[in-house]
């Protein structure tokens, strides 16, 4: 099973709500990742965790707040966004501690803020 | 971070081979070399990557220069499913602008 499954597939929030993105995976990954992708734009990277501990963040604004707890799962908590942050949050996954490591993508979740 | 740069868009015929290249001048001794693909609508799919040596699978071929400051992806056969934007990555943390590939039948 190489899959990361991300849930939900589609959201729309308003610039008021409180949601949550979610990702899990079932490969025995110890790394997870939060990218950003803008339309026609590469996936900008926002959080990795490694072992559970939050290992890199991207300088991103605290209305954006990942959430690891345990090693399958995988939570983006937004609250009070902007219609800017509409964009495909990507999810991935990849054994930890060497760079040399496969990377496996979910499908994402298309999030438009109105 | 080390940075690359992708040209923006290549076209090729199908059934040829396509050559795309990235130049990543700044990367350091231990950084792989990845790349990926994405379709449109979807998550980006892993193609390969390596460290020094060229390397082969089913998918493609990558081809490391031996100052390791640029590579090849080699598609050996394009077809229409592999039209995509190609993406060369090093170590994960900074995707370059990608080459959207396109493939004429």
């Known amino acids: 099973d190489t899959e990361v499954t991300q849930t939900p597939k589609h959201l729309v929030m308003g610039m008021t709500n409180k949601k949550s993105l979610k990702c899990e995976q079932h490969?025995?990954?110890?790394?997870m990742y939060w990218y950003k992708q803008k339309a026609k734009k590469p996936p900008e990277l926002m959080f990795v965790?490694?072992?559970?501990?939050?290992?890199i963040n991207e300088s991103v604004p605290s209305r954006f707040s990942p959430e690891c707890p345990n090693s399958s799962l995988l939570n983006l908590h937004l609250h009070a966004l902007q219609p800017e942050d509409s964009a495909l949050y990507l999810c991935?996954?990849?054994?930890?501690?060497?760079?040399?490591?496969?990377?496996?993508f979910g499908e994402g979740s298309w999030l438009t803020v109105v | 971070d080390a940075k690359t740069t992708q040209p923006n868009s290549m076209e090729s015929n199908e059934e040829e081979p396509v050559h795309l290249p990235c130049n990543h001048s700044t990367i350091s001794g231990t950084d792989y070399i990845h790349w990926y693909r994405q379709l449109p609508s979807q998550g980006p799919e892993y193609v390969i990557h390596?460290?020094?040596s060229n390397v082969n699978n089913r998918m493609a071929s990558l081809a490391i220069a031996e100052d390791r400051k640029s590579s090849t992806l080699i598609l050996h056969r394009a077809t229409l499913r592999d039209a995509a934007v190609y993406y060369c990555i090093i170590n994960m943390l900074t995707f370059g602008g990608g080459t959207r590939l396109m493939v004429k039948p």
């Open positions: 490969m025995g990954h110890r790394a």
């Open positions: 965790y490694s072992y559970e501990k939050l290992s």
């Open positions: 991935a996954s990849s054994g930890a501690g060497h760079s040399g490591n496969t990377i496996y």
């Open positions: 390596g460290l020094t």
